[in-house]
């Protein structure tokens, strides 16, 4: 079975600064998708970036970007500039290829900002 | 872009009665949907997963006949919780799936039982 981990439960990082946050995971699949999502104090789950594995080249998206390393089973979130409306729970999640695949969760971690 | 609703977002009933949470996916189809319970300040907890046209697939240690799940047409989920209890009370989130790699997630239903 696939497991995902997250073993910091909070951060915290100065407004503007950069932070990054951890992310492993176990399986035996050499082809899947790796995702970090946001949930702000709504509740709302948001997509920040997805990695899809059969790619070397690290995903970005404007101030977020990863750094997957395959073999290590290592999926980070680097925040850059961070902003206040960062502050969220931050969750890493695994997904099989495959139409109607479920997602896997790690247990997420809490980011604050400071300002 | 792609939208899933959930109603009501936030239902309060009495402890022996039976609550049901609809998804529904705006400007998709979904064989597939899936229910979540998540605590606070901790993950999403896969309940089930919904197929549109079948009996729907529980994880380990979720009650099914606690937890009805239907899945009446390709952009409605239902989930009713049966004689409710206080432990029952919990966020409850769905999704539902568009292509390979992108899973659009309800805002959530909150869920209190006196």
């Known amino acids: 079975a696939q497991t995902v981990t997250q073993s910091q439960p909070e951060m915290s990082v100065q407004e503007a600064e950069t932070v990054t946050l951890s992310c492993t995971y176990d399986?035996?699949?050499?082809?899947?998708?790796l995702f970090w999502y946001k949930q702000p104090p709504s509740r709302q789950m948001i997509l920040v970036i997805r990695?899809?594995?059969?790619?070397?080249q690290n995903a970005t998206e404007n101030r977020f970007s990863v750094n997957f390393q395959k073999a290590a089973k290592s999926f980070s979130l680097k925040i850059s500039d961070s902003q206040l409306g960062d502050a969220a729970m931050y969750f890493c999640?695994?997904?099989?290829?495959?139409?109607?695949?479920?997602?896997?969760f790690g247990k997420g971690i809490t980011l604050s900002v400071r300002p | 872009g792609a939208v899933v609703s959930q109603h009501p977002s936030w239902v309060i009933c009495k402890s022996g009665t039976s609550v049901k949470i609809e998804c529904r996916s705006l400007?998709?189809?979904?064989?597939?949907m899936f229910w979540y319970r998540q605590f606070p300040k901790q993950s999403l907890m896969l309940m089930a997963t919904?197929?549109?046209?079948?009996?729907?697939?529980?994880e380990q240690g979720v009650e099914k006949d606690k937890f009805l799940i239907n899945h009446a047409s390709l952009t409605l989920s239902t989930l009713t919780v049966t004689s409710a209890h206080p432990e029952d009370s919990s966020f409850y989130i769905c999704?539902?799936?568009?292509?390979?790699?992108?899973?659009?997630f309800g805002p959530g239903t909150r869920l209190t039982v006196l």
């Open positions: 999640a695994y997904q099989l290829t495959g139409a109607n695949s479920k997602l896997t």
């Open positions: 919904s197929n549109e046209g079948s009996k729907a697939t529980y």
């Open positions: 400007d998709f189809q979904a064989t597939t």
């Open positions: 399986t035996s699949e050499s082809d899947y998708y």
């Open positions: 990695q899809e594995a059969y790619k070397q």
């Open positions: 999704s539902a799936p568009r292509g390979v790699d992108t899973q659009y």
